[in-house]
């Protein structure tokens, strides 16, 4: 069974001290894996989109990295205004773009 | 370009009730999907739409019908609500497959309560 496990399930950050979200995942075939940042009340927004392992994207103070069975969400010198809930999602198998999400990582950085 | 709207932002249900979430794109995808978000379980897919003229079942379908009604426009149904289907629903749309197309951009989401 497509499985996708996130950690840790809350995060509390001083601002500037770095750390790392795990997405771990268990998928017959993948072809994507997602990452979505979720402010309360909104919808998700789209980060990053890898592919295979070995693969990283980068924007601002986030690096998302994927090996073969999980991917990283960097985060380094985190202000304030990064504190969201942090999705990951993959897309297995068939073309249908059904996406399968974990639980989510609720980050809280602190001034 | 208003990428995902969803209409109502907010309902209040009686049990018994029906009702219609709207979700409209504007950026010509071809696929588009509804899924439901409670606390402690992640989104979970409903109904999705692979392209127009098309529609099937995903996670949780139970107690729910969806239309497409062209390429812009996918609507999700309550037929008689219950209790458990309080949640907040989102709905995407995805361009299609290979690279970026494939990734899909959520709407703001609609809060139901259901008494």
């Known amino acids: 069974e497509d499985q996708v496990t996130q950690s840790p399930e809350a995060l509390r950050l001083q601002e500037g001290e770095s750390s790392s979200l795990n997405c771990s995942y268990t998928?017959?075939?993948?072809?994507?894996l997602f990452w979505y940042r979720q402010d309360p009340g909104k919808g998700p927004e789209f980060l990053f989109t890898?592919?295979?392992a070995g693969e990283e994207k980068e924007k601002e103070r986030l690096k998302a990295t994927l090996t073969k069975k999980e991917s990283f969400l960097h985060i380094t010198a985190p202000k304030p205004e990064d504190s969201a809930t942090y999705l990951c999602a993959v897309q297995a198998g068939s073309n249908t773009g059904k996406l399968i999400f974990g639980q989510g990582t609720t980050l809280q950085v602190k001034p | 370009n208003a990428g995902v709207t969803q209409t109502p932002k907010f309902q209040v249900l009686k049990t018994g009730q029906s009702m219609t979430l709207q979700c409209a794109q504007d950026m010509n995808h071809n696929s588009m999907y509804w899924y439901r978000q409670d606390p402690g379980m992640g989104l979970r897919l409903i109904y999705y739409?692979?392209?127009?003229?098309?529609?099937d079942k995903g996670e949780v379908p139970n107690g729910y019908n969806v239309s497409r009604l062209n390429k812009r426009e996918f609507s999700l149904r309550l037929e008689s609500a219950a209790p458990s289907q309080t949640s907040v629903y989102f709905c995407a749309s995805r361009g299609g497959s290979g690279g970026s197309q494939e990734t899909q951009y959520f709407g703001p989401g609609t809060r139901l309560l259901v008494l």
């Open positions: 890898l592919y295979s």
């Open positions: 998928v017959s075939g993948l072809r994507g």
């Open positions: 739409s692979a392209s127009e003229g098309t529609t």
